[in-house]
């Protein structure tokens, strides 16, 4: 499948639209594919995931690195409070990947396109010396949308899922520590990220903020209480973890209050919304809204920790 119009034939018929979604009017096979979203707003964004700076090819199979970019994507759209119903997929493909590795990854993304909602409408081939997928993803918002700026002074923190997860399954990859008992949840959760499609939408209607864990939850919390014009009390003991974090962290010499608080990649849903049951079936309670500005983290004795590029240091 060296011809480019013969990955483009296999493209469109891998890519069959949906036929429930009135969203799209044309897919893949003219210069540009048709959406309508009638007459309301929608959501766009778009993301990259370059071999070398977001995953290298012999830490995750080809079929792994289309899930997850596409999966990737989409958090961003979960994050406002919407639900994704089209995307558009950009592939820079090197010479030296095989077509069974293109073949893999096309899978990929097609198996995260079916599980999210977001059907792949269109795209584009190049060739490149890495390997890099670049995804737009169209959604339309449950009723307004959350943004980052609404959190208030007394709302509650909520996270969705685990925290760092996947910063520690790659962290045991790049020891070469793969064969460690008990760390396959944690490479596995670093290969793909969660499909948070049903939490969006609870908290669509309960959340005054919303934002999703990429960079670490205190650094994405600093964004969403920088825009919102307030600061967070975080308590670290809440912190939800999965099962074995602690162990494994201790057998690689990582601190694993570290890595729940600043470990990159959960795409979880962090965000803010009054104390409520609603709220609490839906995510992991973990602080609160506060009018002063700045996020810090307390111990359970109240003490504030600090997380730094050396790990944690207590100030009484
Ligand atoms: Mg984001």
Same mark, same amino acid.
């Given at each position: 499948?060296?011809?480019?119009?013969?990955?483009?034939?296999?493209?469109?018929?891998?890519?069959?639209?949906?036929?429930?979604?009135?969203?799209?009017?044309?897919?893949?096979?003219?210069?540009?594919?048709?959406?309508?979203?009638?007459? &309301?707003?929608?959501?766009?964004?778009?993301?990259?995931?370059?071999?070398?700076?977001?995953?290298?090819?012999?830490?995750?199979?080809?079929?792994?690195?289309?899930?997850?970019?596409?999966?990737?994507?989409?958090?961003?759209?979960?994050?406002?409070?919407?639900?994704?119903?089209?995307?558009?997929?950009?592939?820079?493909?090197?010479?030296?990947?095989?077509?069974?590795?293109?073949?893999?990854?096309?899978?990929?993304?097609?198996?995260?396109?079916?599980?999210?909602?977001?059907?792949?409408?269109?795209?584009?081939?190049?060739?490149?010396?890495?390997?890099?997928?670049?995804?737009?993803?169209?959604?339309?918002?449950?009723?307004?949308?959350?943004?980052?700026?609404?959190?208030?002074?007394?709302?509650?923190?909520?996270?969705?899922?685990?925290?760092?997860?996947?910063?520690?399954?790659?962290?045991?990859?790049?020891?070469?520590?793969?064969?460690?008992?008990?760390?396959?949840?944690?490479?596995?959760?670093?290969?793909?990220?969660?499909?948070?499609?049903?939490?969006?939408?609870?908290?669509?209607?309960?959340?005054?903020?919303?934002?999703?864990?990429?960079?670490?939850?205190?650094?994405?919390?600093?964004?969403?209480?920088?825009?919102?014009?307030?600061?967070?009390?975080?308590?670290?003991?809440?912190?939800?973890?999965?099962?074995?974090?602690?162990?494994?962290?201790?057998?690689?010499?990582?601190?694993?209050?570290?890595?729940?608080?600043?470990?990159?990649?959960?795409?979880?849903?962090?965000?803010?919304?009054?104390?409520?049951?609603?709220?609490?079936?839906?995510?992991?309670?973990?602080?609160?809204?506060?009018?002063? &500005?700045?996020?810090?983290?307390?111990?359970?004795?109240? &003490?504030?920790?600090?997380?730094?590029?050396?790990?944690?240091?207590?100030?009484?």
């Amino acid at each position: 499948m060296h011809d480019e119009f013969a990955k483009i034939d296999w493209l469109r018929s891998r890519f069959e639209l949906d036929d429930g979604d009135d969203a799209v009017v044309l897919g893949i096979g003219d210069d540009a594919a048709i959406f309508d979203f009638g007459n &309301r707003p929608a959501v766009v964004t778009v993301d990259a995931q370059v071999e070398g700076t977001h995953f290298r090819r012999d830490l995750i199979s080809a079929r792994d690195v289309g899930k997850r970019a596409l999966t990737a994507a989409v958090s961003d759209v979960w994050a406002m409070g919407a639900m994704p119903n089209a995307c558009v997929v950009a592939l820079t493909l090197p010479s030296d990947l095989e077509d069974s590795a293109f073949r893999a990854l096309v899978d990929g993304i097609a198996e995260a396109a079916r599980a999210t909602g977001a059907q792949v409408i269109g795209g584009n081939l190049s060739g490149g010396r890495l390997l890099s997928i670049t995804t737009t993803v169209f959604g339309t918002p449950v009723g307004a949308g959350v943004r980052r700026d609404g959190a208030r002074p007394g709302d509650a923190v909520y996270v969705t899922g685990v925290l760092g997860a996947a910063a520690l399954g790659l962290a045991v990859l790049e020891a070469g520590r793969g064969d460690l008992e008990g760390a396959e949840p944690f490479i596995e959760r670093w290969r793909t990220p969660p499909m948070n499609g049903r939490s969006a939408r609870a908290i669509a209607t309960l959340a005054t903020a919303a934002i999703d864990v990429s960079d670490g939850c205190l650094q994405d919390l600093d964004h969403l209480c920088e825009a919102s014009g307030v600061g967070a009390t975080v308590e670290v003991e809440a912190l939800p973890t999965m099962r074995g974090h602690g162990q494994l962290c201790a057998t690689l010499g990582l601190d694993s209050r570290k890595l729940a608080l600043a470990g990159g990649e959960d795409y979880e849903l962090l965000f803010t919304a009054p104390p409520s049951n609603e709220a609490d079936a839906v995510a992991r309670r973990i602080g609160v809204v506060t009018a002063e &500005r700045g996020v810090r983290a307390i111990d359970d004795s109240g &003490r504030v920790v600090e997380v730094d590029e050396t790990g944690f240091r207590h100030f009484s």
